[in-house]
């Protein structure tokens, strides 16, 4: 029965503990910058596990409940275990590999004490030969690293959750951490300089210097320009974490500054150690010795919730596997090595597909560049006139505001802080931009599309397709910067005797399905469509406007674009100018341009059908000159977004 209620108990605190999971989503995923994270509680865990593969961090349930913490509690301590997470995406390799940067000072202290064992006459014996002496350097820097890299955390979570620095809060804070034998008297049984990495957080904790047993000085009482050490290193840090720093910026920081001292006390012990032979000739130390350069041994406290310093080793490379896994799958998709059959695209057709991705790569990387620059501007600081100022040129509206003041002013003689002007004032104002941005494209596949003309149409596509799928990464990246979400999405129709719906818009996370339109568009563009009937096909996209879409175009929330690439005159000019005129009426923009040679009767055709009659011409000739196709849609296309992103500040 008591097993009973216990279960019961555990899965009534697992429900609550997902509620307030589910509560407090939003904040984790600012803290984090990952919104998708999840947080799930484990009953068997007694601490925090991250399993980057699975995007999960599960919770230790069980020691929740065992310590009593209440929710602001639980959330300080998974801010604490994830308050680098953030760094450690952007710089896995570096964490991971952090040994390698810090190659130098393992070397020269190394060295340092290579000579202490000479002077002592013991380089031959086995428990000194350097890659012992290499290793024991090297686990007790990373292990300094590891230390320095927590308080960070400490840091981080205090000034990004101000909440915790309220006294009560901040009280169950350092009684957490007593729990987990963090307390001023910790350190002192420790090695010089282990304690003195030890005793910045303990510092933070009860704003008092400790004091390590080994310490004939105590390190904390030297400054740094004229500033307390504790005072210099933990304004710096902060600093750095109010700019959104990571190890970049710390680790240089940390060797400059923090280091040195470190390094000192290690010496400082050193040289009052006794160097004894080894017995035999197998490394091991005398029995009943200590093993002469064995690491400090780590004062990680077994019941602690936080990931040791060899879990988030592990964490870091799961990490770096994970990255290192997409990076092969963007390689392999960028060389057509993805399995796109389930599709209906072949290994041949990938391979044509890339022939013309790496024929448009220059055009596209030109674009990316555009997409950056259009984002970059989309938020910018303009000039506001402002009245009732007290600097500035007179302003009647103004002086007429505040002439009691005024008359006040000229009783007293003073004249000061009078706010009877204007000026003009720099401000940040965003453009209100739409949340979907549909582009469509109507291709000729009919029977006079020849080699040239489809190789042309073919080459527009692909880069047009492609770099309209970078704008739209570049958009989901940039979502903040912006301040709303804006998608922009694409399809492809064919035209000839009939039409058919070649690419959707694939609203979806769907990359395959994304990637296999793309290639179809290209591929399966063919000239076996027989007549020119594109009036049919513009008709069926305006059926597909509802009137709830068509509302949303009318008020700018949403946009539709249409291209139409042609090399004659409609088959059926009447109906197209009418569909044409139909979709300008539901605020769609649409285009056409003509490629290749034509008469002068398709020629009048094709300028009755989208140059008259309108307040600015849609059709573009191009003519012969079919290879400047790419060139001219990419303009267009680039000349729409431009107009979207720069002229619609309170557009609704």
Aim: glycine share 4%.
């Amino acid at each position: 029965m008591f097993e009973w209620d216990e279960q019961s108990l555990i899965e009534e605190a697992q429900r609550h503990c997902e509620e307030f999971l589910q509560k407090e989503q939003r904040a984790l995923a600012t803290f984090t910058g990952d919104p998708s994270l999840l947080y799930l509680p484990d009953a068997k865990l007694q601490r925090f596990r991250l399993d980057p593969a699975k995007g999960v961090l599960y919770l230790p349930l069980q020691s929740f409940l065992e310590r009593e913490l209440d929710e602001n509690q639980i959330l300080w301590h998974i801010y604490y275990e994830l308050a680098l997470y953030p760094d450690w995406k952007k710089q896995t390799r570096k964490y991971r590999y952090r040994k390698k940067g810090w190659q130098k000072e393992i070397d020269r202290m190394t060295a340092y004490l290579l000579s202490k064992v000479k002077a002592e006459s013991l380089e031959k014996d086995p428990a000194y030969q350097p890659p012992v002496l290499s290793r024991y350097v090297g686990k007790e820097i990373l292990e300094f690293l590891h230390v320095m890299d927590y308080y960070t955390s400490f840091l981080r979570v205090l000034q990004l959750c101000p909440i915790y620095r309220d006294k009560e809060y901040f009280e169950k804070i350092v009684l957490s951490m007593k729990q987990n034998g963090k307390t001023l008297e910790s350190i002192a049984p420790l090695p010089g300089h282990r304690a003195f990495a030890n005793s910045f957080t303990l510092i933070e904790l009860y704003q008092t210097q400790p004091k390590a047993d080994s310490w004939t000085q105590n390190p904390f009482e030297q400054t740094i320009f004229h500033q307390p050490l504790f005072d210099f290193v933990s304004n710096q840090l902060i600093r750095q974490i109010n700019k959104g720093a990571g190890i970049l910026e710390r680790d240089p920081f940390l060797r400059s500054f923090v280091f040195p001292t470190f390094e000192q006390l290690w010496k400082d012990e050193i040289e009052e150690m006794e160097f004894s032979p080894s017995v035999g000739q197998t490394g091991e130390p005398g029995k009943g010795n200590s093993p002469p350069f064995e690491p400090s041994p780590s004062k990680e406290v077994p019941d602690s919730l936080e990931s040791t310093q060899q879990e988030i080793d592990q964490i870091l490379e799961d990490m770096l596997e994970q990255q290192d896994q997409v990076s092969e799958s963007i390689q392999n998709a960028m060389l057509g090595k993805v399995n796109l059959e389930p599709y209906g695209i072949t290994q041949s057709d990938q391979q044509l597909f890339q022939f013309y991705s790496k024929q448009m790569k220059a055009e596209r990387d030109q674009m990316r560049q555009f997409w950056k620059k259009l984002i970059g501007n989309a938020k910018k600081e303009v000039s506001v006139k402002k009245e009732d100022q007290i600097k500035g040129k007179l302003d009647v509206n103004s002086l007429i505001h505040s002439y009691p003041e005024l008359t006040e002013a000229e009783k007293k003689g003073n004249y000061k802080n009078l706010p009877i002007f204007n000026r003009y004032v720099l401000e940040p104002q965003a453009n209100i931009l739409p949340e979907r941005i549909e582009i469509s494209f109507v291709i000729d596949n009919s029977g006079s599309m020849n080699a040239s003309k489809i190789e042309a149409a073919r080459k527009a596509l692909a880069v047009t397709l492609l770099s309209i799928d970078d704008f739209n990464q570049y958009l989901k990246s940039n979502a903040e910067q912006l301040n709303q979400k804006v998608s922009v999405l694409s399809e492809t129709w064919f035209f000839g005797s009939a039409y058919y719906h070649v690419k959707k818009f694939n609203d979806k996370s769907a990359k395959e399905k994304e990637k296999s339109d793309i290639i179809r568009s290209i591929v399966k563009l063919d000239a076996t469509d027989g007549a020119t009937d594109d009036a049919a096909c513009l008709r069926e996209i305006c059926s597909r406007i509802t009137p709830l879409q068509q509302s949303e175009l009318q008020k700018g929330k949403q946009i539709k674009i249409i291209f139409e690439i042609t090399d004659g005159a409609s088959s059926f000019p009447g109906s197209a100018k009418e569909a044409v005129k139909d979709l300008l009426s539901k605020n769609v923009e649409i285009y056409a341009f003509q490629i290749g040679k034509n008469n002068s009767t398709n020629e009048k055709i094709f300028d009755f059908v989208w140059n008259e009659g309108y307040k600015q011409p849609r059709g573009v000739m191009i003519g012969e000159q079919v290879e400047k196709l790419p060139k001219e849609l990419l303009k267009a296309v680039g000349k729409n977004m431009q107009s979207v992103f720069h002229s619609r500040s309170g557009a609704f």
